[in-house]
């Protein structure tokens, strides 16, 4: 028998964020999958770009690094004491992803150009969402194409000033920025 809910002992963020990376090489979607967990987010979308580090050989493939991934989160969950585990789906195409998202209310694309800058967002979220969808890219960045598409969809493109920064940093630091803006990280 149920006799009451129990809260965790430390609350979630109230920020609904879904991290969209670039597929990167080596162990840095690892790193991105942790850090990011730490911080909050409550889903992450591995993304086939243009200008992507790797590709994925097969479904076999793709299935042994979902397996990793989620077990790095379960783990990145427990150790700051988070209430829940984001959700990691498969990887999507560029495409693929700008259409799945379409129904969320703000959606960033974060490039190293053609963007507004961060102070240029909305110092509260519209309306009575609380979701927001970050996409960042790979190590290549973006080509003039995905940023037209992303635009024509609806995506707001932003820069984080004049360093370009390694995908993994990126993600980490606009996971970062984003919980200060709109979630628990004040």
């Known amino acids: 028998n149920i006799l009451e809910e129990v809260n965790p002992a430390r609350p979630e963020s109230f920020l609904q964020l879904t991290l969209a990376v670039a597929l990167l090489k080596s162990d840095k979607f690892d790193l991105v999958v942790q850090k990011t967990t730490e911080l909050g987010v409550v889903r992450l979308v591995p993304v086939m770009t243009r200008l992507a580090d790797i590709k994925l050989k097969d479904e076999s493939d793709s299935n042994k690094r979902l397996v ?11 150790q700051s004491g988070r209430a829940l585990v984001p959700e990691i789906g498969a990887p999507l195409s560029f495409s693929e992803l700008i259409a799945a998202e379409a129904s969320t209310d703000l959606r960033f694309l974060f490039s ?4 507004l800058s961060l102070s240029s967002l909305p110092t509260e979220m519209p309306g009575e969402s ?13 080509t003039d194409v995905e940023l037209k598409e992303a635009k024509a969809a609806g995506w707001i493109v932003i820069t984080l000033g004049g360093r370009t920064l390694r995908a993994e940093t990126a993600a980490i630091a606009v996971t970062t920025l984003l919980q200060h803006l709109f979630g628990d990280l004040k």
């Open 130 to 142: 609380n979701e927001i969808t970050a996409l960042i890219g790979s190590e290549g960045g973006w």
């Open 68 to 78: 990793r991934w989620r077990r790095i989160a379960l783990e990145a969950a427990k």
């Open 112 to 115: 190293e150009r053609d963007g």
